[in-house]
């Protein structure tokens, strides 16, 4: 059997199960955006690693130096921001193509430098090794957080609303762009941008952390219809998600239109918006988004609700139920 018939999350499964008995209570292993590593009484690390590979998940060609230094520490701190933690260390390996230029290299290393500065997040190590053809880029990033403020993908409740932070698609549409080597239009370096130098939801994520409504969390890195499986999955519930109040920004919408692709594909199916995802007891809707529009000057977007049953979620639109063939990106299919 080949890796593409199983896929990315079959292979995990395939082994993700058997380490469970090595890990001891308050730990938590595979299956969430970090792992939890209890650090006192009161407060645990979290720690993922994000993989960028040249070819897979960047084109050397069209983005710079700086942007994929950038883009190589924001995946993973939008992992930390998922969990509510606050990131506070770096690892860095980097494997590298022999003819690569060391103005390159500056480039990448200050850009993740100056973003390691903003968030008083320092690199505490790393592996730089040869490659023999493509650039390869492993982050790591630790977090920490009080236990109590620590968001999984495990804690749904029905009833509770689906919501997420910011616009969806627009980084599918960027790469898009690029793929498809479109005309400059007024809003191409808008999206460009969001997708070449994605910013995490640092801030963001820790507030959310500490509100005791907010039940689970994740990030969106490979679009809703592929990561909302994921909370469902964990939290053994349904949901039902309504397409005309999926959060769409006038960019998307406007180059949509321009090249006649689908908006709600591009929202629904497309990877790399880094937003966050998450479920919020219904009672206390109206004040979250009050406050989080009084911190942080942005909406809370309700897309939906959770629902008793089995792991499906139904998609409504204009009060119809209609069937999603896309799903989100998976590398190996
Ligand atoms: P994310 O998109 O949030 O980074 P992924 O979808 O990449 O998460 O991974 C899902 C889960 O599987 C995570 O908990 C991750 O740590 C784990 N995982 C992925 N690949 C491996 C691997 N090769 N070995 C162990 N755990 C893995
Ligand atoms: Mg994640």
């Not at 992992?79 to 290299?105: C, H, N, Q, R, W």
């Not at 090794?129 to 109590?148: C, F, H, R, Y």
């Not at 599918?172 to 939801?201: C, D, F, M, W």
């Not at 219904?282 to 009084?294: A, C, G, M, R, V």
């Amino acid at each position: 059997m080949k890796i593409g018939e199983i896929g990315e999350f079959g292979f995990i499964k395939s082994f993700a199960h058997k380490y469970n008995h090595l890990i001891e209570e308050g730990n938590k292993g595979i299956g969430d955006d970090c792992a939890i590593l209890k650090l006192n009484e009161l407060e645990s690390y979290v720690v993922t690693t994000d993989l960028l590979v040249e070819e897979i998940h960047f084109l050397k060609n069209k983005i710079s130096a700086s942007q994929l230094g950038i883009k190589s520490l924001a995946v993973s701190l939008s992992d930390v921001a998922a969990m509510g933690a606050t990131p506070k260390f770096s690892f860095l390996s980097i494997s590298i193509p022999k003819d690569t230029d060391t103005e390159y290299l500056d480039q990448f290393m200050q850009a993740y430098l100056a973003l390691s500065e903003d968030l008083n997040c320092p690199l505490m190590g790393g592996d730089t090794t040869k490659s023999p053809d493509k650039l390869m880029i492993n982050v790591v990033v630790i977090g920490q957080a009080k236990k109590e403020n620590i968001k999984t993908r495990a804690s749904a409740q029905s009833g509770d609303l689906i919501c997420c932070t910011g616009t969806l698609g627009d980084s599918a549409a960027g790469l898009n762009l690029i793929l498809e080597n479109r005309e400059i239009t007024v809003y191409s370096n808008y999206l460009l941008n969001k997708h070449l130098q994605p910013k995490a939801r640092t801030q963001e994520g820790i507030w959310l952390g500490e509100k005791s409504c907010v039940h689970a969390l994740m990030d969106i890195s490979d679009g809703i219809s592929s990561d909302l499986k994921h909370i469902l999955e964990q939290s053994k519930k349904s949901a039902i998600i309504d397409i005309k109040s999926i959060p769409k920004s006038k960019e998307l919408i406007e180059t949509c239109n321009h090249f006649q692709w689908s908006s709600d594909d591009l929202a629904i199916s497309g990877g790399e918006d880094y937003e966050l995802l998450f479920t919020v007891k219904k009672s206390e809707i109206t004040l979250l988004q009050k406050q989080y529009k009084e911190e942080f000057g942005e909406d809370i977007s309700v897309i939906g609700e959770i629902t008793e049953g089995e792991q499906s979620i139904k998609w409504l639109k204009k009060g119809e139920e209609v069937n999603l063939e896309k799903i989100g990106f998976n590398h190996f299919q």
